[in-house]
């Protein structure tokens, strides 16, 4: 369907699919304008609710000692997306006794419910800038997204982060 055909229109369908992606009007192509107004898209918030629900996710609640859950997506493996020093980073934070760190090695080879599980117990997901960062979806209301970033495209995740 050409949605530029109903552009202003009132339609009701019984049955539809959206992407994940509000990029619709224009397709789905990378850095494709967002509505600038666009704020805690309950569709982003169904669809996460939906899919953490039927794979049985569990929330851990709080930490004892006013602990937070800081996961840093790693990216160990990649040739070009790989926080060097990941390892003292994680090592920076726990010394502190302010965070409980998880390096989340996010791969085909771990379940994709075991990655929901960590990703909706996190307080603060750190990650390099990429599609790792789309785990964003299935954080808890509260958390906290710190995106590494070295590329031309200042808006990319923060448009995914306010849905």
Request: aromatic share 12%.
């Amino acid at each position: 369907m050409d949605l530029n055909s109903v552009a202003g229109k009132k339609v009701c369908l019984k049955e539809a699919m959206f992407p994940l992606l509000p990029r619709m009007l224009f397709g789905l192509f990378y850095n494709t304008p967002v509505v600038s107004d666009c704020y805690n898209s309950a569709l982003f918030r169904s669809f996460s609710e939906f899919i953490l629900h039927s794979l049985h996710i569990p929330a851990y609640g709080l930490l004892p000692h006013h602990m937070m859950r800081v996961t840093i997506i790693s990216r160990d493996t990649s040739r070009y997306r790989r926080v060097t020093n990941e390892g003292e980073m994680a090592k920076a934070l726990e010394q502190t006794g302010l965070y409980k760190v998880t390096l989340a090695r996010y791969s085909p080879h771990v379940p994709f419910t075991s990655q929901l599980t960590i990703t909706h117990n996190t307080d603060i997901l750190v990650g390099m800038h990429g599609a790792g960062l789309t785990h964003l979806l299935f954080l808890p209301d509260w958390a906290e997204v710190f995106e590494l970033y070295n590329c031309e495209d200042p808006a990319c995740y923060s448009d995914l982060a306010r849905m």
